[in-house]
């Protein structure tokens, strides 16, 4: 019913910056809230940015400052700035979305940080 589709994944250096995008497609009117975590081996999967119909928005510790999450509600699709990446940044990076009381999960795009 919802489709969650990510792009903008890859290899970069670190220091460097990487753009992600999630659009949203189906059944998806009423999208209150999207958000992205990652998934980096050998741990759970942890939720690093939300932001919400409002604007407004939420950031993990971990990436507060480096991180800048951004949301097009005319085209369904959020995005995840990422500047200043470091090798623990490399993970497995999801989009989620809450549409009324469920959420949904894409499939992920590998972030991988190293030299």
């Known amino acids: 019913q919802v489709q969650l589709v990510e792009s903008g994944g890859g290899l970069v250096q670190p220091g460097g910056s990487l753009r992600l995008s999630c659009a949203a497609s189906?059944?998806?009117?009423?999208?209150?809230?999207m958000g992205w975590g990652r998934q980096a081996p050998g741990k759970q999967r942890e939720l690093i940015a939300a932001?919400?119909?409002?604007?407004?928005?939420n950031y993990a510790d971990a990436v507060k400052g480096r991180f800048t999450i951004s949301r097009d509600n005319g085209k369904n699709t959020v995005y995840l700035q990422m500047n200043g990446l470091k090798p623990e940044d490399t993970a497995v990076y999801y989009c989620?979305?809450?549409?009324?009381?469920?959420?949904?999960w894409g499939q992920g795009t590998q972030v991988t940080v190293s030299s």
């Open positions: 989620n979305v809450r549409v009324t009381t469920t959420g949904y």
């Open positions: 932001i919400t119909s409002g604007g407004n928005t």
């Open positions: 189906g059944k998806i009117f009423g999208i209150v809230a």
